[in-house]
């Protein structure tokens, strides 16, 4: 399978559906956790929100998430029956990583504006849609491979665009009643 069609696969059988398919109650009871050393009121640590102990968070995961995302904040935690989801900010944007139950990174969604999007990825949206302004993105990885969700729209239209390896899918369009 294609790193393309993997992703959407993922997309469209994780992302787009519901996180949580277990009642909403045993995910509301969070614990948070202030790591470091020392228990000095001076000394300001990051927390830690997580659905579960600390410690039943799988080690790799924990250590392959700090590798890899060194310079964070928000940092929340949710063991699921799937493996775990990290959800944390990191320079101002909404980002998610995603570990599968043994620790291993399968991939990492981040949230932004139009105004922010790469200058290529415009051209390439406009050169199509030219009349459409671009309004949230989803950006999906797996390591290897990006993949985005665009929204845009238009005074009749609103649309989801898929975009991996050039190649860009209307996903959805709806009519724009606004």
Known sequence: MNACLYIRTLLLGVILLPVFTKG?????????YLPGRGSAPE????SIICNVPLNEINI?????????????????????ADG??????????????????????LYSLKYYAGKDISRDLVASIKK???????????????GEKT????????????????ICDGKTEVLEELANGG
Request: aromatic content about 16%.
């Open 24 to 32: 909403q109650n045993e995910y509301a009871r969070a614990a948070s």
């Open 60 to 80: 790799h995961a924990f250590r392959h998430f700090h590798r890899r995302f060194p310079s964070i904040s928000g940092e929340s935690w949710v063991k699921s």
């Open 147 to 162: 993949f985005y969700l665009v929204k845009i729209e238009n005074s009749s239209f609103v649309k989801t665009l898929s």
């Open 43 to 46: 000394r300001e640590a990051p």
């Open 84 to 105: 775990y989801i990290v959800s944390f900010m990191e320079n101002a944007i909404r980002r998610q990583a995603r570990f599968d139950k043994r620790g291993a990174f």
């Open 128 to 142: 199509k849609y030219p009349d459409y302004g671009i309004g949230v993105i989803t950006e999906i990885t797996d």
